[in-house]
């Protein structure tokens, strides 16, 4: 049984937003602050990556648990309303999230992952997976 009302559910969706979000924030001033200049959310680049370093075609997405589908049997659990839709496009997300990650590589592009809780928890770590590249 869902507990919020439409209105309410409809006033969550609003937002949520793709960019700008305190993970992305989170990485983004820590590359900086260690001298590191990127590009961010480059629209001319398949995927849309979070983060581009042009020079060296590495390019840097952040994914939510949850759109993403990180544990996505515990994930389906959580949805109490319209079940089917959103396993489905949570479904839809994952396969996408793979064909990008092939198509860049498959143009050259290294492509690092991250989920929002290795950046809540530690973003010197996410730092750390870029500077081994």
């Known amino acids: 049984m869902d507990r919020l009302t439409r209105e309410q559910h409809r006033k969550n969706m609003q937002v949520i937003r793709s960019s700008g979000t305190k ?5 983004a001033k820590a590359l900086w602050s260690k001298g590191y200049r990127y590009r961010k959310n480059c629209k001319d680049i398949i995927g849309k990556p979070d983060i581009v370093f042009r020079k060296y075609k590495i390019a840097v997405f952040y ?3 949850f ?6 049997s515990s994930i389906v659990k959580r949805i109490g309303t319209n079940k089917e ?5 949570i479904r839809r997300n ?3 999230d793979i064909e990008v990650t092939r ?5 050259g592009w290294i492509v690092l992952r991250f989920w929002e809780t290795e950046i809540k928890k530690g973003s010197a770590e996410c730092v750390l997976e870029i500077e081994k590249i």
């Open 23 to 27: 993970i992305e924030n989170t990485l």
């Open 103 to 107: 198509q860049l590589k498959s143009g």
């Open 85 to 89: 839709f959103w396993k489905n496009k």
């Open 67 to 72: 759109w993403h589908g990180k544990d996505f």
């Open 63 to 65: 994914d939510s648990e």
């Open 94 to 96: 994952m396969k996408r």
